[in-house]
């Protein structure tokens, strides 16, 4: 297990901890992890502190470090404007089960009235200091569920990081994470839709068949 930690002094900590016994094998595949994952831990590093000076990270390090994430990420403005949204969430903002069009404006608006005011509380909650992060659970129009949506004041809530706080300052820009806990919506309406067209497939065979029997 890796996890990330940063002391007040600003210096970051990586702590592995492994339950192999303490023959060397454990520290050589440290070695190894560390090695893998130097490129995407620098990266990370980077974005932290361009997200805690309120900086735009650029957005070829947002895609290598969010476009492989199985849940959706975005990265908005306090008022929702929607900065980024890696592969996933760009996928669950065209469900028009789950979001209104952004538009040429660009802003991220829930379908369900319910589902806004939500995402507007968590994300006052967290630019008034209640928390590093918010979370609600999503449904879409047809109030099924969709899983849990969730406010990130970065660096120090985001991903689990934790590390000091910076008192008295807005946070210029949150994250956003979208994790479904059941089948995506739009995948449901069309697996709904691939059985309706597949049972008036099915009647018109047997209608026909009926034809040219009698």
């Known amino acids: 297990m890796l996890t990330l930690g940063e002391a007040p002094n600003g210096v970051w900590r990586i702590e592995l901890w ?36 309120g900086m735009q990270p650029a957005k070829a390090m947002l895609c290598d470090l969010w476009d492989p994430l199985p849940f959706g990420v975005m990265l908005v403005e306090p008022s929702l404007r929607l900065l980024f949204a890696n592969t996933a969430a760009e996928d669950f903002l065209h469900t028009a089960a789950l979001f209104r069009p952004a538009g040429i404006e660009g802003f991220v608006r ?21 928390g590093d992060r918010a979370s609600f659970p999503m449904l879409d129009y047809r109030e099924r569920g969709f899983g ?15 590390g000091p706080r910076v008192q008295d300052v807005a946070p ?43």
């Open 18 to 53: 492994s339950n192999a016994e303490s023959d060397g094998g454990g520290r050589d595949r440290a070695k190894a992890l560390l090695s893998l994952l130097g490129a995407s831990l620098c990266q990370a590093f980077q974005l932290s502190l361009a997200l805690r000076a």
């Open 110 to 130: 829930p379908a369900r009235r319910e589902n806004f005011a939500a995402l507007t509380q968590a994300c006052e909650m967290v630019l008034d200091g209640a």
């Open 148 to 162: 849990d949506v969730t406010v990130f004041a970065p660096p120090s809530g985001l991903f689990g990081w934790s």
């Open 172 to 214: 210029s820009r949150l994250v956003v994470t979208l994790s479904p806990f059941e089948a995506c919506p739009a995948r449901a309406d069309e697996d709904e839709a691939s059985v309706t067209s597949g049972a008036s497939s099915a009647s018109k065979d047997a209608m026909s068949a009926s034809s040219n029997g009698a």
